[in-house]
């Protein structure tokens, strides 16, 4: 029986927590028996056996420092505060269950605290899209990825934002017990076993926040004219330079190319087409100057990690517009 321990602090978000209490606690149906053995443990708290979640939740459990300690996974939810330094005690324990041999795995925000422990460093992770530029600010060693549902480097898991949580925790289970276990489960839960794409597809994509104001008026009217066959010489002759000189602007105020930047603009309007219309996908890559449906998918799926078709699918809510 696999044993894993979920390792919870004051200020906790609520969230994060649930998700492993009920995949790996309780009763399941149809999955293998015995199941895992879950303790929740407080480490690192203002008083043993008692965390404080953010507003009128309390866990209280017997379980501490050594039940974390002997446990063959380490699971660390949501930090409480991104911005602060985690427990040392937590980080400590964390280092020694791994020196143990435990498996060590956090969700969401989680990876703050695993980060302290520098057992990322050198490392690729992940953490909630929104947390990834801090995270690789506050922890330069990690090698941030935003854009996946979860990293498994075998002894070190980092996990995505939020829902992305079931995803990690049902891999776990799918490495522990299997692909038929993991299937059962997703099921109960009435979610994907395994969901196609990344974080990408979740994140916002605006205009740049770094701006060169020159270059302003030139970006703003690109926007306008997606449609466009706008290529890198078109758009130097109208900001009056040369092609070289425009690259080199362009990777000064976005920091990419011409036209990986068209790309990236051309894609977002495409997002908003595919969740809020019925227009074909054809309709959609001309409106957005892709050419072809082809090359809208080959984009896509490039720049969000999932196709058009599993975007629209996931994202369409309500009549067509």
């Given amino acids: 029986m696999p044993s894993i321990a979920?390792?919870?602090?004051?200020?906790?978000p609520f969230f994060?927590?649930?998700?492993?209490?009920?995949?790996?606690?309780?009763?399941?149906?149809d999955v293998p028996d015995p199941w895992y053995d879950l303790r929740v443990c407080t480490v690192g708290t203002e008083r043993d056996g008692?965390?404080?979640?953010r507003s009128w939740f309390r866990a209280r459990t017997p379980y501490g420092a050594e039940d974390l300690l002997s446990a063959d996974t380490v699971l660390v939810p949501a930090s409480a505060d991104v911005?602060?330094?985690?427990?040392?005690?937590?980080?400590?324990?964390?280092?020694?269950?791994h020196r143990r041999g435990a498996r060590l795995v956090s969700l969401c925000s989680g990876a703050f605290?695993?980060?302290?422990?520098?057992?990322?460093?050198?490392?690729?992770?992940?953490?909630?899209w929104a947390y990834a530029r801090l995270l690789a600010e506050r922890h330069p060693a990690v090698r941030v990825d935003p854009a996946v549902l979860y990293v498994d480097h075998g002894d070190v898991v980092t996990g995505a934002g939020s829902t992305a949580s079931i995803d990690v925790c049902l891999h776990l289970v799918r490495e522990d017990f299997g692909v038929e276990a993991a299937n059962a489960v997703a099921r109960q839960l009435v979610a994907?076993?395994?969901?196609?794409?990344?974080?990408?597809?979740?994140i916002e994509a605006p205009l740049p926040e770094r701006t060169d104001d020159s270059l302003a008026p030139l970006l703003h009217w690109a926007v306008e004219h997606l449609a466009d066959p706008l290529t890198v010489a078109g758009l130097a002759r109208r900001a009056h330079t040369s092609p070289r000189t425009l690259a080199r602007r362009?990777?000064?105020?976005?920091?990419?190319t011409p036209m990986q930047w068209l790309q990236a603009q051309r894609v977002a309007p495409a997002r908003e087409l595919l969740e809020?219309?019925?227009?074909?996908?054809e309709r959609v890559a001309q409106l957005c100057g892709l050419g072809t449906a082809a090359n809208l998918r080959r984009r896509f799926t490039k720049l969000v990690g999932v196709a058009p078709h599993d975007y629209r699918r996931t994202f369409r809510s309500g009549r067509a517009a």
């Avoid at 008692?50 to 979640?53: G, I, L, Q, W, Y």
């Avoid at 605290?113 to 909630?128: E, F, N, Q, V, Y």
């Avoid at 362009?250 to 990419?256: D, H, L, N, V, Y």
Wanted: net charge negative.
């Fill in 50 to 53: 008692d965390a404080r979640a």
């Fill in 276 to 281: 809020s219309t019925d227009v074909p996908v």
């Fill in 250 to 256: 362009f990777r000064a105020a976005t920091g990419t």
């Fill in 83 to 97: 911005h602060g330094d985690p427990p040392p005690a937590l980080v400590e324990a964390l280092r020694e269950a």
């Fill in 192 to 202: 994907p076993a395994h969901r196609p794409g990344g974080q990408a597809q979740f």
């Fill in 6 to 12: 979920v390792a919870v602090t004051d200020g906790m």
């Fill in 113 to 128: 605290t695993l980060a302290a422990t520098g057992l990322l460093d050198g490392r690729s992770a992940t953490t909630h």
């Fill in 16 to 29: 994060e927590l649930a998700i492993p209490c009920h995949i790996f606690g309780g009763d399941r149906m």
